[in-house]
T-cell receptor, first 114, second 118 residues
Framework: DSGVTQTPKHLITATGQRVTLRCSPRSGDLSVYWYQQSLDQGLQFLIQYYNGEERAKGNILERFSAQQFPDLHSELNLSSLELGDSALYFC?????????????FGPGTRLTVL | AQTVTQSQPEMSVQEAETVTLSCTYDTSENNYYLFWYKQPPSRQMILVIRQEAYKQQNATENRFSVNFQKAAKSFSLKISDSQLGDTAMYFC???????????????FGKGTLLTVNP
């Protein structure tokens, strides 16, 4: 158990819908990262937050957005869902992004878009 | 952009034997970090080992060790005394400092599926 929690574990929805994925980092970790794992794209970095502020963006679509709240939990919002958004979405956390610390991954949320 | 290449999509090894997984990367950076992550059938991403580019000494973690060749941009993982529980997808990952601040992101290879046979 990495100490990072993600809910829900599984999510099945239809095209065009909107969903919210939730992540709670390890106790004491200020930085949260979101990754998408799909068969065709592999594991891709989406976005990073540090202590409530967006720090870096990767291959995140405009239909996706995220935020980190004062209690440090983070939410990833996916809207206007398409079949291709079906993937495993991971959240990871680390103590200090400035020191190349290890990122600890949550168990992931499997999103299926029908 | 950084790229990470794992040239072996699948490998297999007999229990108790040694296996080496290959990884090469492309970067113009001098300071960076390299990782191997393991993803068993449960899908959980588990850190196996980490290497700082400024350290010449190869990292070791119990049965896991790396061969880090900075000039060749190579970072292979050796698993000794393979166990059935080592069966998993193994991802090599590169971490660099992003421009504009102290921010890091992981760039992953496509993975190598390792099967340990009894």
């Amino acid at each position: 158990d990495s100490g990072v929690t993600q809910t829900p574990k599984h999510l099945i929805t239809a095209t065009g819908q909107r969903v919210t994925l939730r992540c709670s980092p390890r106790s004491g970790d200020l930085s949260v990262y979101w990754y998408q794992q799909s068969l065709d794209q592999g594991l891709q970095f989406l976005i990073q937050y540090y202590n409530g502020e967006e720090r870096a963006k990767g291959n995140i679509l405009e239909r996706f957005s995220a935020q980190q709240f004062p209690d440090l939990h983070s939410e990833l919002n996916l809207s206007s869902l398409e079949l291709g958004d079906s993937a495993l979405y991971f959240c990871a956390s680390s103590v200090d992004p400035g020191r190349g610390n290890e990122q600890f991954f949550g168990p992931g949320t499997r999103l299926t878009v029908l | 952009a950084q790229t990470v290449t794992q040239s072996q999509p699948e490998m297999s090894v007999q229990e108790a034997e040694t296996v080496t997984l290959s990884c090469t990367y492309d970067t113009s950076e001098n300071n960076y970090y390299l990782f191997w992550y393991k993803q068993p059938p449960s899908r959980q991403m588990i850190l196996v080992i980490r290497q700082e580019a400024y350290k010449q000494q190869n990292a070791t973690e119990n049965r896991f060790s790396v061969n880090f060749q900075k000039a060749a941009k190579s970072f292979s993982l050796k698993i000794s005394d393979s166990q059935l529980g080592d069966t998993a997808m193994y991802f090599c990952a590169f971490m660099k400092l992003l421009s504009g601040g102290s921010n890091y992101k992981l760039t992953f290879g496509k993975g190598t599926l390792l099967t340990v046979n009894p």
